[in-house]
């Protein structure tokens, strides 16, 4: 979470209220027309809204993570929390064991530091693969991206084709800001990664993850050694 919004006050006002009811309508809209369907939560604050809005109205939503083998103490508490909170048993996926171990044996165990070329195929080999195999036999799936997020994210609309995995994407909160996703999470007492608290408001891999420092970019914790414009692990790529 950023530093200014550690302390927010948890008062749902006018534009978060009418922005949960459109976000109400249009995942009732993907469960009725784009079965079968399914969310990719990975456990970030804007995951948290997602899941506890498809929970709460028992909404037929495959709701699934990608563990990569390298993810923080804090996330994996968070998957115990959702399972105590919500009764949620999230579907997890987990890399292709060969596609690690090669990495790993030709590149060494922290490779994707040496280049932006090696960053990608760890995220391939951990995240991509297994997205593929999270989506296989699906109409559509959602995400919890928001434009404001990044450099790569501008003008993210909330409904796309998905070109790379041959179905439709939605991002529903693409139009939400992190003040307004904060407001909900406290005013709806929602389970998030306790990393938000320590300035980590964009959470990944451990190795690939970091605090930001009053100011920064909300997205400069992540991959910090390289440029915003390479900042995507492969998962959401532009057609």
Known sequence: MSPSLLNITPVLDASVAAKTGTLATLLADIAANWSPAAFANSLGAEDMVLTDMIVKARLPIEIFSLDTGRLPLETYDLMDALRKHYGLKLKIYFPQAEEVESFVRNHGINGFYDSVTLRK?????????????????????????????????????????????????????SDWTEKEIWTYIKHNDVPYNALHDKFYPSIGCAPCTRAISPGEDVRAGRWWWENPETKECGLHVKG
């Open 121 to 173: 195929a760890c995220c391939h080999a951990r995240k991509v693969e297994p997205l593929k195999r999270a989506l296989a036999g699906k109409r559509a799936w959602i995400t919890g991206q928001r434009a404001q997020q990044a450099a790569t994210r501008t003008g993210l609309p909330v409904r796309e084709y998905d070109e790379g995995n041959g179905l439709e994407k939605f991002n529903p909160l």
